[in-house]
């Protein structure tokens, strides 16, 4: 978003932001006062805050072409199909289903995988369909057979009826069994399915497949007729659409590349692809793939992401979709076109235009999952640089330079950022109400006036103090309640407030109807408030940088470049005189609260110091970890803990910045892949100033910064090091954009 900054009377000063910032436990800076410290104006424009997800790979979700790689997979497909010297014969379609039907089997010893792949090829070459005049023949002689075998019981019924007794007679014959292959059993529905969808891939037009308490039957079509569950296959309405549901069958014997319903065996079940966007939240976005495409929510056939990105900023990551083609996701690249703006992520509030886009196309087996990332790259822009100190010598150059390399070489403290502890800064605090147990206190909280009205409609306003304004007995807090949803948008606030709606005073069950996810968030920025305040006290208290015996340290995770968000994982130790040679600053960790977590030595008072300060403490109570981090009445506000390491680095140490003159306010100071795409290129405008360049004159100053962290740091916390300004939104829509 872009537009003039807010100036009003309301902007907070430097002071009161860095106290703001103090009060949630972010204090030190590296970098001490060795340089002066400069302001920025952060996310003047969407593109100023470009993130892309790089997976467990090493992949950066950048945005490119959408078409290539699925069209030459697709050609490739159709080309093989329409080759007819490359038509198998019967014998290499069975070997092939044979091979692939029993690689899904769930058999250990490779001699029972064997034996069941023999078994299985010999069944079907045994019910190998046989040319047309035979198969005549062979239900002439049927006929004959039948007309014997009705004499022969026209007589047998003569005799009875002549003395009362049958004399001997050939025996009727047998009902055959119907000659289908039963698999062994299977656990595993989705090793089921592949094993169907094998069947109606090589043999679609001569057997059928059933499951059958656990155990996929394979019929050929001899027996269609013989298995009593065949309607769910084939019979009643769909008699002539074999597989229509499930089966192996099909309309025609031979199926067409075309049909929707056809997938390759050989291909992965998954198309991953790069959504890019600008001005969309996350989860806005998948709710609409997943409306578009038809697929469920949460599922792995549903639409798979590794984690959420902030919506006021260009974005790049990868996302799953079961069995979708590239065609599929067509309509996102055409929808926004006619309005698109390809300045360079300039979208916003103002009518400005959101945008998506979907590209790098290819097929993978497995889905993506919430945390499946090594980290984030991240593209940051600052505008009007201005030095805070002007009493200092150094030139604005030589202190951005300066504290970009204190990063780049020393890190920072690895605080959880203020965005921890949402919009209005206070989830912390519901967290430590649940946590004692007082979950009222947590919905006025939740549901009650925020400071300064939060920017919000005038609507909710009234709900909140409708709310907080309700009387004591039950029927007063379900007619509070009642006037408060008039307002209320949806949300937690509006789940609470229903429950309470209907059921009175059931505050812990108003808590429950709140989605888990978010009743977690407001735990776990409790505990982020608690290690911040700690990481503060160890780093100024504990020797800065130094490693201290009574530190502790990760040791499974010693060699490992992604971090585990695991507990079971990880295996601390305590450092001591003998091993402290050992490690350095960048091994030592601290816990993250919890009743499962070991305290090191040399802070036990810090935690009892910032668990008092918060709240979770009352005066004169004993501190014990996990007594304090054990619900008073609830397992599922009990928390076990973690390790998060006291340094945060930018990744491999890199970490790449360019100081920019411009002379345009808003004009777009990065190339985003759109940008790139489109042709689009940056103002002539734009240049980079040199060591040697000079820095005098009416133009603006920017800095642009490029680097990478692990998916547990924050950026914006970064941003704090590099130029010692709190990271407080009151304060930066303060600053002036020129």
Known sequence: ???????????????????????????????????????????????????????????????????????????????????????????????????????????????????????????????????????????????????????????????????????????????????????????????????????????????????????????????????????????????????????????????????????????????????????????????????????????????????????????????????????DLEWINQKDRENAIYGGGGGGTGGYVSTMRVGRFKYVKSHTNLGMLRGNQFTIVLRNLKLNEKDKAESLLATVNGRCKSVKENGFVNYFGMQRFGKFLDTHKAGVKMMRGDYEGAIDIIVGPKNDGGGERPEMLQARQAWINRGSDADEIKKAAQEALKGLGRGPERSAIEHVARKGADFKGALFSIQKGMRLMYLHAMQSAVWNSVATLRWEKGGGGEVMVGDLVVMEEKEKSVESTQLSNKKVVEITEENKGEYTIDDVVLPLPGQQVQVPNNAVKYYEDACREIGLLDEGEEFDMKKVFTSKDTKDFNLGGDYRRLMGRVANGEMKWEVLEYEDAREPLVETDLMRMEGVPLPGTVREIGEEGKEEGKSLKGLRVTFELPSSSYATIVIREITGMPQVQTYLKGLSLE
């Open 1 to 327: 978003m872009y537009g003039p900054a807010d100036t009003s009377s309301s902007a907070m000063t430097l002071s009161e932001a860095r106290s703001l910032e103090s009060s949630f436990g972010i204090s030190s800076i590296v970098a001490g006062p060795a340089f002066s410290d400069f302001s920025g104006v952060l996310k003047a424009r969407f593109s100023d805050f470009v993130v892309k997800e790089v997976n467990l790979d090493g992949e950066v979700a950048t945005y490119e072409k959408i078409d290539a790689p699925n069209e030459e997979q697709k050609a490739e497909e159709v080309k093989k199909a329409a080759e007819p010297k490359k038509e198998r014969t019967y014998e290499e379609r069975c070997g092939a289903a044979a091979t692939e039907i029993t690689s899904w089997c769930e058999l250990k010893e490779e001699e029972e995988r064997e034996k069941v792949k023999t078994d299985l090829l010999a069944f079907l070459l045994e019910n190998k369909p046989k040319p047309q005049e035979e198969k005549k023949d062979e239900e002439e002689a049927k006929k004959v057979e039948e007309v014997a075998e009705n004499k022969v019981e026209v007589a047998a019924e003569a005799a009875a009826a002549t003395d009362g007794s049958a004399p001997a007679a050939p025996a009727a014959p047998t009902i055959p069994v119907p000659a289908i292959f039963t698999l062994p059993k299977l656990a595993d529905k989705s090793n089921r399915g592949k094993i169907h969808s094998t069947v109606r891939a090589h043999l679609s037009a001569y057997f059928l497949t059933d499951t059958h308490e656990g155990a996929v039957r394979v019929i050929p079509e001899s027996e269609f007729s013989e298995v009593k569950a065949y309607g769910r296959f084939g019979g009643g309405k769909n008699q002539n659409k074999r597989g229509s549901n499930g089966g192996g069958g099909g309309k025609s014997k031979k199926r067409k590349l075309q049909d929707k319903d056809f997938w390759p065996p050989a291909r992965g079940d998954y198309l991953q692809f790069v959504l890019y966007k600008e001005n969309v939240d996350t989860m806005h976005a998948i709710k609409d793939l997943e409306h578009k495409l038809r697929v469920k929510s949460g599922v792995k056939k549903g639409v798979g992401y590794g984690g959420t990105k902030d919506k006021r900023a260009v974005t790049g990551q990868f996302v799953t979709v079961y069995r979708k083609r590239g065609e």
